[in-house]
């Protein structure tokens, strides 16, 4: 790691003659000619792919995207570092989106999409040397700051579906998942159903529903990474779409729920301790399948990573072949994403069987636009060979059937309701992230002993 800049010298510079030494190297050199280059050797390596007929279904008639993006902001003397996360969900009649043009949107057609039809909300988060003036460290200024930012926001409906979510309030009362004293770190058990807040049994501490994401555990005593801001927008912007479908069944309007598509900028997953989530996420789906009869028809679209690399790779080897009827789709089993995709050895666990509530498709609706996909199929699927039919997955064939009216092609595989969501969450390095640094304060001195900022309502 090099020195870092101070208020009086310079930053420490990498060396610009260190990779002499590795291109030297008779071990280097030998390992780099034995990688192995991912190429398609012959036909039998291609996808599983089919075309899926969808004449005759009906596009869904709502779509409802979300997105987030975030920004670091460190004090010129790179002591102090804070990270504003902000998130949007945008909500269109499919057939308006429909009527933009794919090549050359019109910018007043795109205003009067986006009035009255998205939210968005802020978070800012403490990395380094920074703390509420209410809080002891940083652990504790990201716990009160993630209850804070959600319980008021938007008078509450994030919060309001959070809770819904995790106590399964679309079902028979039930208590939240276990978790971990944030204090102690000792087993606190669930909370009662509709709880706000309960207090460990061991150390008597206050412990808040927000704590059951589990965001205060990727962060230290005394500084967080960023890590965790990007943790807080993958969650927030599920929690967005939810929301949405929370407002509806309290609503009573099943049917607008059996008519739209949830679209969220990414994979269907949750990772690490965060795999509560995904739980709770997989049982709704199921419920909403099986005892209501109503289908959740939800989808993540995979931008990056080897999902999409593995996508790329696929088109290009295509291009030698006829175009074939369309749309085409490839259903990648837990087998496959592991030998083909990962190309990983067989592990105990199924792959995704923890972390993932989407299983991974491919789709081409013409010769230049493919995406790579996540569809839920409800209650996981354990057997290796799964998925393997349409069947298998929530609305398979309507959300196929949708994504033509969705087309852009503005760029890469894009889609306009995550173009849209994209434009109000999307915070730039110029001139959002230079604003960002005045407002933030990072770089304000500190006060001087015995004199006190004006108190915050929320504090004791």
């Known amino acids: 790691m090099p020195y870092q800049g101070g208020e009086h010298l310079p930053g ?206 990727d962060i230290g005593e005394d500084s967080a990474t960023e890590t965790v801001a990007s943790a807080y927008m993958a969650i927030h912007e599920v929690l967005l779409l939810v929301a949405h479908l929370y407002r509806l069944w309290r609503a009573g309007n099943l049917d607008a729920i059996d008519d739209t598509l949830f679209v969220k900028d990414g994979p269907l997953m949750f990772p690490r301790q965060y795999a509560t989530l995904t739980r709770r996420m997989r049982e709704m789906l199921a419920y909403f399948k099986d005892e209501e009869g109503r289908n959740i028809y939800l989808v993540g679209q995979e931008k990056s990573g080897m999902l999409f690399d593995h996508l790329q790779s696929q088109v290009r080897h295509l291009r030698q072949h006829p175009d074939p009827d369309w749309p085409q789709v490839a259903i990648l089993s837990h087998a496959y994403m592991r030998d083909r995709v990962q190309r990983m050895p067989k592990a105990q666990h199924t792959y995704g069987s923890r972390t993932n509530y989407g299983e991974k498709i491919l789709v081409r609706l013409d010769a230049s636009f493919a995406l790579a996909l996540n569809v839920p199929t409800g209650v996981f699927m354990k057997a290796e060979s799964a998925p393997s039919s349409p069947q298998d997955f929530i609305g398979l064939e309507r959300i196929i059937a949708t994504l033509p009216e969705l087309v852009s092609y503005l760029h890469e595989g894009s889609l306009v309701p995550i173009n849209l969501a994209h434009g109000i969450a999307s915070l730039s390095y110029y001139p959002s992230g230079t604003a960002l640094q005045r407002f933030s304060g990072v770089d304000d001195t500190a006060l001087p002993p015995g004199v006190r900022l004006p108190k915050h309502p929320l504090d004791p």
Not at 132 to 152: H, P
């Open 12 to 217: 420490q510079a990498a060396s610009k003659t260190s990779h002499i030494d590795v291109i030297e190297s008779p071990l280097m050199r030998d390992l780099v000619t034995r990688f192995e280059r991912r190429e398609f050797e012959d036909d039998q390596r291609l996808a599983p792919w089919f075309h899926l007929d969808v004449s005759g279904v009906a596009p869904l008639g709502n779509t409802v995207a979300s997105d987030g993006s975030l920004h670091k902001v460190t004090s010129e003397d790179g002591f102090r570092e804070l990270c504003f996360v902000k998130t949007a969900r945008f909500h269109l009649r499919t057939s308006d989106a429909a009527e933009v043009d794919p090549q050359f949107p019109h910018p007043l057609q795109i205003q009067r999409l986006m009035k009255d039809a998205a939210i968005h909300c802020n978070a800012v988060f403490p990395l380094r040397n920074m703390a509420l003036r209410r809080s002891a460290n940083v652990r504790n200024s990201v716990r009160e700051l993630i209850r804070e930012i959600i319980t008021y926001e938007h008078g509450g409906i994030v919060y309001k579906a959070m809770k819904w979510l995790m106590y399964q309030g679309w079902g028979p009362e039930s208590e939240s998942p276990d978790l971990g004293c944030p204090h102690c770190h000792e087993p606190a058990g669930p909370f009662p159903y509709d709880a706000d807040e309960s207090r460990c049994r061991r150390c008597t501490e206050p412990i808040h529903i927000t704590d059951v994401l589990g965001l205060h555990l």
